[in-house]
Protein backbone atom coordinates (compact mmCIF):
# COMPACT_ATOMS: atom_id res chain seq x y z
CA UNK A 1 0.00 0.00 0.00
CA UNK A 2 0.99 3.74 0.14
CA UNK A 3 2.08 5.50 3.37
CA UNK A 4 4.39 8.40 4.52
CA UNK A 5 6.39 8.62 7.38
CA UNK A 6 7.52 11.67 8.92
CA UNK A 7 9.63 11.97 11.54
CA UNK A 8 8.11 13.35 14.86
CA UNK A 9 7.78 16.63 16.39
CA UNK A 10 7.85 19.01 17.86
CA UNK A 11 11.16 20.26 16.20
CA UNK A 12 12.61 23.46 18.10
CA UNK A 13 15.01 25.37 16.82
CA UNK A 14 17.00 29.01 17.02
CA UNK A 15 16.39 31.71 14.60
CA UNK A 16 19.41 30.56 10.95
CA UNK A 17 20.00 26.80 12.46
CA UNK A 18 19.90 24.56 9.71
CA UNK A 19 16.62 22.49 9.04
CA UNK A 20 16.21 18.83 8.00
CA UNK A 21 12.99 16.75 8.38
CA UNK A 22 12.88 13.56 7.06
CA UNK A 23 10.17 11.60 5.42
CA UNK A 24 10.31 8.48 3.84
CA UNK A 25 7.30 6.41 2.02
CA UNK A 26 6.21 3.38 0.13
CA UNK A 27 4.54 3.15 -2.79
CA UNK A 28 3.50 1.42 -5.69
CA UNK A 29 4.20 2.85 -8.78
CA UNK A 30 5.99 5.90 -9.10
CA UNK A 31 4.26 8.83 -6.88
CA UNK A 32 4.70 12.17 -7.19
CA UNK A 33 5.83 13.80 -3.44
CA UNK A 34 5.07 17.10 -1.90
CA UNK A 35 5.72 18.68 1.15
CA UNK A 36 2.92 21.30 2.24
CA UNK A 37 3.27 23.87 5.00
CA UNK A 38 -0.05 24.83 7.50
CA UNK A 39 0.17 27.75 9.51
CA UNK A 40 -1.54 28.35 12.35
CA UNK A 41 -5.58 28.71 12.15
CA UNK A 42 -5.34 28.05 8.12
CA UNK A 43 -5.18 25.44 5.46
CA UNK A 44 -2.29 23.91 4.15
CA UNK A 45 -0.24 25.51 1.24
CA UNK A 46 1.78 23.84 -1.33
CA UNK A 47 5.98 24.17 -0.20
CA UNK A 48 7.47 22.46 -3.12
CA UNK A 49 6.82 19.23 -5.51
CA UNK A 50 8.91 16.82 -7.17
CA UNK A 51 7.10 14.34 -9.64
CA UNK A 52 10.39 12.09 -10.90
CA UNK A 53 13.06 10.36 -8.70
CA UNK A 54 16.02 12.84 -8.64
CA UNK A 55 14.01 15.86 -9.31
CA UNK A 56 14.75 18.26 -6.42
CA UNK A 57 11.80 20.85 -5.63
CA UNK A 58 12.58 24.09 -4.25
CA UNK A 59 11.15 27.27 -2.48
CA UNK A 60 11.65 29.89 -0.66
CA UNK A 61 14.57 28.45 0.61
CA UNK A 62 13.54 24.75 1.19
CA UNK A 63 14.50 21.98 -0.69
CA UNK A 64 13.91 18.30 -1.14
CA UNK A 65 15.22 15.55 -3.52
CA UNK A 66 13.51 12.51 -4.79
CA UNK A 67 15.45 9.89 -3.70
CA UNK A 68 14.08 6.56 -5.05
CA UNK A 69 16.53 4.29 -3.43
CA UNK A 70 15.88 5.40 -0.35
CA UNK A 71 12.23 5.86 -1.08
CA UNK A 72 12.80 9.50 0.98
CA UNK A 73 11.79 13.51 0.45
CA UNK A 74 13.66 14.99 3.26
CA UNK A 75 13.09 18.62 3.67
CA UNK A 76 15.94 20.90 4.16
CA UNK A 77 16.84 24.72 4.70
CA UNK A 78 19.97 26.53 5.50
CA UNK A 79 19.15 29.18 7.44
CA UNK A 80 14.93 29.50 9.04
CA UNK A 81 13.30 31.95 10.84
CA UNK A 82 10.93 32.98 12.97
CA UNK A 83 8.30 33.16 10.21
CA UNK A 84 9.17 29.13 9.58
CA UNK A 85 7.42 27.84 12.28
CA UNK A 86 4.62 25.66 10.98
CA UNK A 87 3.49 22.36 10.75
CA UNK A 88 5.40 20.74 7.84
CA UNK A 89 3.34 17.50 5.52
CA UNK A 90 5.32 15.06 3.18
CA UNK A 91 2.52 13.75 1.24
CA UNK A 92 2.77 11.60 -2.08
CA UNK A 93 0.21 11.26 -4.49
CA UNK A 94 0.04 7.72 -6.27
CA UNK A 95 -0.32 7.64 -9.94
CA UNK A 96 -3.40 7.26 -11.68
CA UNK A 97 -5.34 8.00 -8.88
CA UNK A 98 -6.29 11.46 -9.84
CA UNK A 99 -4.52 14.21 -7.68
CA UNK A 100 -5.22 12.01 -4.20
CA UNK A 101 -2.83 12.71 -1.53
CA UNK A 102 -1.77 10.73 1.22
CA UNK A 103 -0.18 12.71 4.08
CA UNK A 104 2.34 11.71 6.71
CA UNK A 105 1.99 12.90 10.31
CA UNK A 106 3.06 16.26 10.21
CA UNK A 107 5.69 17.92 12.22
CA UNK A 108 5.78 21.11 14.51
CA UNK A 109 8.69 23.54 13.94
CA UNK A 110 8.83 25.74 16.34
CA UNK A 111 11.86 28.67 15.68
CA UNK A 112 13.00 30.68 18.05
CA UNK A 113 14.48 33.94 18.33
CA UNK B 1 -10.40 36.31 -4.01
CA UNK B 2 -10.54 33.33 -1.89
CA UNK B 3 -9.41 30.32 -4.15
CA UNK B 4 -11.42 27.53 -1.94
CA UNK B 5 -14.03 29.14 0.44
CA UNK B 6 -15.75 27.46 3.14
CA UNK B 7 -18.15 27.75 5.47
CA UNK B 8 -18.61 28.25 8.25
CA UNK B 9 -15.35 28.63 9.94
CA UNK B 10 -16.17 27.37 13.66
CA UNK B 11 -19.48 24.96 13.81
CA UNK B 12 -20.26 24.20 17.54
CA UNK B 13 -22.91 21.34 17.60
CA UNK B 14 -25.00 18.45 20.17
CA UNK B 15 -24.80 14.98 19.53
CA UNK B 16 -27.55 13.74 17.26
CA UNK B 17 -28.05 16.96 14.93
CA UNK B 18 -27.57 17.23 11.32
CA UNK B 19 -25.28 19.46 9.94
CA UNK B 20 -23.64 20.84 6.67
CA UNK B 21 -20.36 22.38 5.51
CA UNK B 22 -20.24 23.76 1.93
CA UNK B 23 -17.19 24.68 -0.17
CA UNK B 24 -16.85 26.57 -3.37
CA UNK B 25 -13.85 27.01 -5.50
CA UNK B 26 -12.94 29.84 -8.08
CA UNK B 27 -10.06 28.35 -9.68
CA UNK B 28 -11.56 26.51 -12.20
CA UNK B 29 -10.70 22.41 -11.33
CA UNK B 30 -12.42 19.43 -12.34
CA UNK B 31 -11.90 17.72 -8.78
CA UNK B 32 -12.72 18.68 -4.88
CA UNK B 33 -12.22 16.72 -2.55
CA UNK B 34 -12.83 16.17 1.74
CA UNK B 35 -10.47 15.80 4.29
CA UNK B 36 -10.22 15.87 8.04
CA UNK B 37 -7.77 16.52 10.33
CA UNK B 38 -7.85 14.87 13.80
CA UNK B 39 -6.53 16.50 16.94
CA UNK B 40 -2.88 15.23 16.41
CA UNK B 41 -3.23 17.47 12.72
CA UNK B 42 -2.89 13.79 10.82
CA UNK B 43 -4.74 14.37 7.95
CA UNK B 44 -7.06 11.37 5.90
CA UNK B 45 -8.66 11.62 2.91
CA UNK B 46 -12.57 11.49 3.05
CA UNK B 47 -14.22 12.24 -0.61
CA UNK B 48 -13.15 13.09 -4.36
CA UNK B 49 -15.45 14.21 -6.81
CA UNK B 50 -14.05 14.99 -10.21
CA UNK B 51 -16.45 17.06 -12.54
CA UNK B 52 -19.56 16.26 -9.79
CA UNK B 53 -19.19 12.46 -10.12
CA UNK B 54 -17.81 10.46 -6.82
CA UNK B 55 -14.33 8.84 -7.51
CA UNK B 56 -13.08 8.32 -3.91
CA UNK B 57 -14.83 6.94 -0.82
CA UNK B 58 -12.18 6.15 2.02
CA UNK B 59 -15.01 3.74 3.79
CA UNK B 60 -16.08 6.63 5.61
CA UNK B 61 -19.77 6.48 7.68
CA UNK B 62 -22.68 6.62 5.42
CA UNK B 63 -23.46 9.76 8.04
CA UNK B 64 -21.45 11.74 5.87
CA UNK B 65 -22.94 12.66 2.60
CA UNK B 66 -20.83 14.81 0.05
CA UNK B 67 -23.17 17.01 -2.58
CA UNK B 68 -21.58 18.16 -5.81
CA UNK B 69 -24.29 20.46 -7.58
CA UNK B 70 -22.10 21.91 -10.00
CA UNK B 71 -17.78 20.96 -10.06
CA UNK B 72 -17.18 24.43 -8.11
CA UNK B 73 -18.81 23.15 -5.12
CA UNK B 74 -18.50 20.10 -2.99
CA UNK B 75 -20.94 20.25 0.58
CA UNK B 76 -20.56 17.77 3.10
CA UNK B 77 -23.30 16.66 5.66
CA UNK B 78 -23.48 15.01 8.53
CA UNK B 79 -26.11 13.68 10.03
CA UNK B 80 -26.56 12.12 13.72
CA UNK B 81 -23.13 13.66 14.66
CA UNK B 82 -21.13 12.06 17.36
CA UNK B 83 -18.05 12.95 19.63
CA UNK B 84 -15.76 11.69 17.52
CA UNK B 85 -17.04 13.45 14.73
CA UNK B 86 -15.37 16.65 16.30
CA UNK B 87 -11.59 17.43 13.91
CA UNK B 88 -11.48 19.63 11.29
CA UNK B 89 -12.85 19.55 8.28
CA UNK B 90 -10.47 20.74 4.72
CA UNK B 91 -12.17 21.20 1.48
CA UNK B 92 -9.53 21.01 -1.19
CA UNK B 93 -9.46 21.10 -5.12
CA UNK B 94 -6.89 20.22 -7.70
CA UNK B 95 -6.42 19.69 -11.88
CA UNK B 96 -7.35 16.10 -12.01
CA UNK B 97 -3.86 14.53 -12.50
CA UNK B 98 -1.65 13.01 -10.26
CA UNK B 99 1.27 15.95 -10.06
CA UNK B 100 -1.12 18.48 -9.45
CA UNK B 101 -1.38 20.34 -6.17
CA UNK B 102 -4.43 20.66 -3.96
CA UNK B 103 -5.32 24.16 -2.94
CA UNK B 104 -7.15 23.95 0.37
CA UNK B 105 -9.27 26.20 2.05
CA UNK B 106 -8.95 27.22 5.21
CA UNK B 107 -10.84 24.12 7.62
CA UNK B 108 -14.11 24.19 9.27
CA UNK B 109 -13.51 23.34 13.16
CA UNK B 110 -16.36 21.22 14.34
CA UNK B 111 -17.12 20.90 18.03
CA UNK B 112 -19.46 18.18 18.92
CA UNK B 113 -20.73 18.49 22.21
Known amino acids: GNSVTQMEGPVTLSEEAFLTINCTYT??????LFWYVQYPGEGLQLLLKATKADDKGSNKGFEATYRKETTSFHLEKGSVQVSDSAVYFC????????????FGQGTELSVKP | DTAVSQTPKYLVTQMGNDKSIKCEQNLGHDTMYWYKQDSKKFLKIMFS???????INETVPNRFSPKSPDKAHLNLHINSLELGDSAVYFC????????????FGNGTRLTVT
Open chain 1, 27 to 32: ATGYPS
Open chain 2, 49 to 55: YNNKELI
Open chain 2, 92 to 103: ASSLAVSDSPLH
Open chain 1, 91 to 102: ALSPANQGGKLI
